[in-house]
């Protein structure tokens, strides 16, 4: 069955450094581009980045930008976030999501990992 | 960016009822419009892709209808298990973006 479980949320101060992973197992990883979303504390859904397929193609919110980078290994099944000059406003619960095969939203999510920036 | 606008932020409504959720575009976005359910402390759930697809598993009490920039909602006899929050997603452009959330709470 289709899993992401993310992992490395933590407790930062501001103006330090995260990286977060999303493990994917169940399907073929390298065929499915995978997101990031937060979500933070009582707040919405705010989608953060994307990287497609091969890794090359990958965006990024404004709100993240210059500071975040995805990144993934499809020959570990794996996508990161590495998360730069943290802000208090980054808390948030972090989502990795899969894109479905056949359409444009979000068809697996994980179960999220929390991360805190605060001094 | 394109913003997406959700309408009402909550609502109290009671099993059984008929439920109905908008979210508008602020530019066209053809049909990429989704629809999503939340639980309180999981990971969201998709309900609706392309504006009226059915995921696979979702009971047919839900529906979506639009295109272009008005899209609607609807949960057709409320149950149980539909309490939560809602949220519309566009998926036109490389950013995509999130409508704020419709609360749906027990009256």
């Known amino acids: 069955q289709v899993q992401l479980v993310e992992s490395g949320g933590g407790v930062v101060q501001p103006g330090r450094s995260l990286r977060l992973s999303c493990a994917a197992s169940?399907?073929?990883?390298?065929?499915?581009?995978i997101h990031w979303v937060r979500q933070a504390p009582g707040k919405g859904l705010q989608w953060v980045a994307v990287?497609?397929?091969?890794?090359?193609?990958?965006y990024y919110a404004d709100s993240v930008k210059g500071r975040f980078i995805v990144s993934r290994d499809n020959s570990k099944n794996t996508l990161y976030l590495q998360m730069d000059l943290l802000r208090a406003d980054d808390t948030a619960v972090y989502y990795c999501?899969?894109?479905?095969?056949?359409?444009?939203?979000?068809?697996?999510w994980g179960q999220g990992t929390l991360v805190t920036v605060s001094s | 960016d394109i913003q997406v606008t959700q309408s009402p932020s909550s609502l109290s409504a009671s099993v059984g009822d008929r439920v109905t959720i908008t979210c508008r575009a602020s530019?066209?976005?053809?049909?990429?419009l989704n629809w999503y359910h939340q639980e309180p402390g999981k990971a969201p759930k998709l309900l609706i892709y392309?504006?009226?697809t059915l995921q696979s598993g979702v009971p047919s009490r839900f529906s979506g209808t639009g295109s272009g920039t008005d899209f609607t909602l609807t949960i057709s006899g409320l149950q149980p298990e539909d309490f939560g929050t809602y949220y519309c997603?566009?998926?036109?452009?490389?950013?995509?973006?999130f409508g704020q959330g419709t609360k749906v709470e027990v009256k």
């Open positions: 999501a899969r894109v479905g095969g056949n359409f444009l939203a979000f068809d697996f």
């Open positions: 169940g399907f073929t990883f390298s065929n499915y581009g």
């Open positions: 990287s497609w397929t091969d890794g090359s193609t990958r």
């Open positions: 530019q066209s976005i053809s049909t990429f």
């Open positions: 392309s504006a009226s």
């Open positions: 997603q566009q998926s036109s452009t490389t950013l995509w973006t």
